[in-house]
């Protein structure tokens, strides 16, 4: 429902013939690495000092209509290429909420790897890599496996910030809870919440 105004919004900020050829050639660049400084140079502008360069191409940056072509050139791609925010969402929390034992098995007699064919997506979604390697020592042949799964810590960190997990206000909640204070809705209070004895029946979702 909001897809479509949004897009006319962008489309009309593409198309008002504000954005010089540099400029247009600035936003294609800064996609390419989301680096503005290099996208600075690449795309032709030139300047006597590193720190010029810094200051310009974060001066580019903040100017709105480039802003909304980039926004624009991102929708348009991340269209083609079937990418939205609930596929990405559902990708991260394949990461985040990762088991490393939905993979392998491990014992004091060593570690065993599951079939791959018996893994579903959600459990080989988080897997980064799986090497092997054969040794041989005096005749007797080794064989060794190593698998790595994406970056938990990363994954999470990435969800937190989307719903706000890491803000101002639920530090300071997760704050007082060590104290043994909870913030609760409080539709009697001026500002919405007051504060009572922790227990967890009566913590909050995350805002």
């Known amino acids: 429902m909001v897809i479509a105004p949004l897009w006319g919004f962008l489309a009309v900020a593409r198309n008002d013939g504000k954005l010089t050829e540099k400029q247009q050639r600035f936003c294609l660049e800064f996609l390419k690495d989301f ?40 929708f348009e791609r991340s269209t083609a290429s079937n990418v939205t925010i609930e596929r990405t969402l559902q990708e991260l929390a394949r990461v985040a909420f990762s088991d490393i034992t939905n993979s392998l098995s491990f014992s004091s007699d060593g570690v065993v790897l599951k079939d791959s064919k018996d893994l579903p997506e959600d459990v080989t979604a988080a897997i980064n890599s799986v ?76 805002v």
């Not at 300047?47 to 072509?69: F, H, W, Y």
């Not at 698998?147 to 810590?153: E, F, P, T, V």
Request: proline letters at 3%; charged letters at 25%.
């Open 131 to 206: 090497s092997s390697s054969v040794t041989n020592n005096e005749g007797a042949i080794t064989t060794s496996f190593n698998l790595k799964q994406h970056d938990k810590l990363r994954a999470l960190t990435l969800l937190a910030d989307y719903f706000g997990i890491r803000d101002d206000f639920n530090k300071a909640r997760a704050t007082l809870k060590r104290y043994g204070l909870a913030v609760v809705e409080d539709d009697d209070s001026d500002l919405g919440w007051a504060l009572e004895a922790y227990t967890p029946s009566n913590e909050p979702d995350a």
């Open 35 to 74: 680096n503005a400084t290099q996208a600075y140079k690449r795309a032709g502008y030139s300047a006597k000092t590193d720190g010029a360069v810094r200051t310009q191409s974060c001066k580019l940056m903040t100017n709105p209509n480039i802003q909304a072509e980039i926004a624009r050139l991102r």
